[in-house]
């Protein structure tokens, strides 16, 4: 069993809440109890040390320093929550790997947008809510807190699944838009979300300034990039539905093997996530891209980068039947013609972006059956990928 498990995921997804559930759940497991430190304000790697002995409650050691540390917890059965790492996931793991070696009954759990790239680690990234029920339920108990006369009902229903789609059912997101519930209807709320990284957390001054708006939880994951990384951040948000590697290349006129490395140094700091695909493809979030798109246009590139992923897109349609376009626009049969009137049902959340999970939720079905129906649609249609399905919806909706 690993004794170093890291939850990662974008700003705002949910690691702390889950690793502090997670600590007082298994809290009775070690005699000396656990110990939560931190580290979301600590800028200095050389404060490190100092931070953690106090969260250990070290305090009254004079100069303090690792040695001293790993002494105090030799022999002792403890839980480290290190919360917030990513700034400094360097010397975390260095720190981590140095306890975990010295002391063989501590444990550490950790919370990073970036793994800590240290040895025994374990990484468990936390995706975001499902729209139905979890995303929605977030959303109505925290809009209930401002508004107790708040009600779900048929005229507001569609709006607030838009809402949580649209925020990619990032709890941090619902919490932002849930405070403008008691001076704006959802639908109008729904329409502002343009302009969703400016929205501001409404009054929580108590929240750090990095999750006060969704641009400010964007802008610390910016900074934990290189500038190569930044760049290709910025670059690869043209694409609306995820994109290949080859895709990738062709769009910043880059070779496979240069890109490689920085996709995966995005990946690591959950700007991207793989699909689980026969051939990799890679996602971002609507907020990420939202804010990459930002960071695009700053650069003055935009209209060139938006031209190269055009003409890729051209030439797809040419050439390169499992290129982007195929991704988008391949053709297949009419609707009625191929599917049943439940598979229907299905194509037309897979279009909106549900997952198997949502699915399953929104039509009282199991989840095994839901992915079965996903499965035998595709295959009816021809497609690889769930991503063909919004395509293909535009061009065939007139004839549902």
């Known amino acids: 069993m690993s004794r170093v498990l890291t939850l990662t995921g974008p700003g705002g997804v949910g690691k702390t809440r889950l690793a502090h559930k997670a600590a007082r759940d ?117 809009v209930a807190a401002v508004d107790p006369e708040f ?25 932002l838009v849930a405070t403008w519930f008691r001076v704006l209807a959802p639908e109008e709320i729904l329409r502002r979300l343009d302009d969703q990284l400016r929205l501001p957390s409404g009054h929580s001054p108590t929240r750090p300034a990095r999750q006060r708006t969704l641009a400010a939880s964007a ?93 890729l897109l051209g030439l797809a349609d040419a050439s390169a039947p499992d290129s982007e376009q195929d991704q988008l626009t391949s053709q297949s049969p009419p609707a009625a013609e191929v599917l049943t009137k439940r598979e229907l049902e299905i194509a037309d959340l897979l279009a909106d972006g549900a997952s198997n999970k949502e699915i399953a939720a929104s039509l009282v079905i199991s989840p095994r059956t839901a992915t079965t129906h996903v499965r035998n649609i595709l295959q009816k249609l021809g497609f690889t990928s769930r991503v063909q399905v919004v395509g293909w919806r535009a061009r065939t909706s007139e004839s549902w």
């Open 219 to 311: 802008s610390w994951s910016y900074e934990l990039c290189s500038p190569a990384e930044r760049a290709l951040w910025a670059r690869l948000s043209v694409f609306h539905e995820g994109f290949t590697l080859e895709a990738a290349a062709q769009v910043t006129l880059s070779t496979q093997d240069d890109l490689l490395d920085l996709i995966a140094g995005l990946v690591d700091k959950s700007i991207l996530r793989r699909d689980d695909e026969n051939v990799a493809r890679y996602l971002m979030l609507e907020t990420v891209r939202a804010y990459g798109l930002c960071k695009l246009a700053e650069s003055g590139y935009l209209e060139q980068v938006r031209r190269a992923h055009q003409d």
């Open 151 to 175: 009600e779900v009902g048929p005229d507001n229903r569609d709006a607030l699944v838009a809402i949580c789609r649209r925020l990619d059912g990032i709890p941090l997101a619902i919490e």
């Open 26 to 142: 298994i809290a009775s497991e070690f005699a000396d109890g656990v110990r939560v430190i931190e580290l979301g304000t600590v800028s200095d790697p050389g404060l490190l040390i100092h931070v953690m002995a106090a969260g250990l409650g070290l305090r009254d050691l004079p100069d303090v320093s690792l040695d001293k540390v790993i002494g105090q917890l030799r022999g002792k059965s403890i839980l480290m929550v290190l919360d917030n790492c990513e700034h400094l996931a360097k010397p975390c793991g260095m720190l981590a790997g140095d306890i975990l070696a010295a002391a063989p009954l501590v444990r550490i759990l950790a919370t990073s947008r970036q793994v800590l790239g240290i040895e025994g680690e374990y990484v468990l990234p936390v995706a975001p809510l499902a729209v139905l029920p979890d995303a929605i339920k977030l959303l109505t108990d925290r």
